[in-house]
């Protein structure tokens, strides 16, 4: 009874190393998110995913690059960190979109020096 | 577009006092409106949400929520703080069409004073 768990929880990256972050939700919801969360900034998307194998841009998907070949798991990747992506990140899953609302993990706090 | 709008950054309450944190959207349809909690360190937390039907909601932790369509609004209240309310909380009105992602707001951040 995980629901969605967030993989690292804590990371430090130097400027230009890449990483994934994981997200795996275990209630079978086909919608899942990614959002980044900044001081005064509030949530704002990076990219999301309406099903298995689909992926889509928000508001700020420069950076970054997603996957969804499994239902379960929802990958975000940084090719090539930059400062500018110090965050904390957060992965949500839902089972109908923004009708049900959102399960969210407990976050991944990610620092780029 | 959709939006969410909480006018208060931050707002500091004594600890047994009540609280209203205050949510405007900006909505084309019949929006459905939800708000979360944020402990520190912790992910969000959904405290309540409103579909339809009786326009005040009860949530968890001793929260309601008041929808207004005239005043487009979805305030939330407690008639009673405890220290462990200290949070941030976040309203979000959906579904976007097409992503079907919900739109948050800022955030409101809650300090209790003892």
């Known amino acids: 009874n995980a629901g969605v768990t967030q993989t690292p929880k804590f990371r430090v990256l130097k400027t230009g190393q890449s990483m994934t972050l994981l997200c795996a939700q275990d209630?079978?919801?086909?919608?899942m998110y990614w959002y980044r969360q900044d001081p005064g900034m509030g949530l704002r998307l990076i990219h999301y995913s309406v099903g298995e194998g689909t992926t889509a841009k928000g508001e700020v998907p420069d950076g970054y690059n997603v996957s969804r070949l499994k239902k379960q798991n929802f990958l975000l990747g940084l090719e090539s960190a930059a400062p500018s992506q110090t965050s904390v990140y957060f992965c949500a899953s839902s089972p109908a979109g923004g009708t049900y609302g959102y399960t969210f993990g407990s976050g991944t706090r990610l620092t780029v020096v | 577009a959709q939006s969410v709008t909480q006018p208060d950054i931050h707002i500091t309450v004594s600890e047994g006092a009540s609280l209203e944190l205050r949510c405007n959207y900006s909505y084309g349809a019949t929006p459905y409106l939800f708000w979360y909690v944020q402990s520190p360190g912790q992910g969000l937390q959904l405290l309540l949400k409103y579909f339809s039907g009786d326009t005040l909601v009860q949530g968890i932790k001793g929260f309601e929520a008041e929808f207004k369509r005239s005043q487009s609004s979805f305030n939330l209240r407690k008639p009673s703080v405890h220290w462990s309310d200290a949070a941030e909380y976040f309203c979000a009105v959906g579904p976007i069409q097409g992503a079907q992602k919900l739109v948050f707001g800022q955030g409101t951040r809650l300090t209790i004073n003892p």
């Open positions: 209630m079978n919801h086909e919608y």
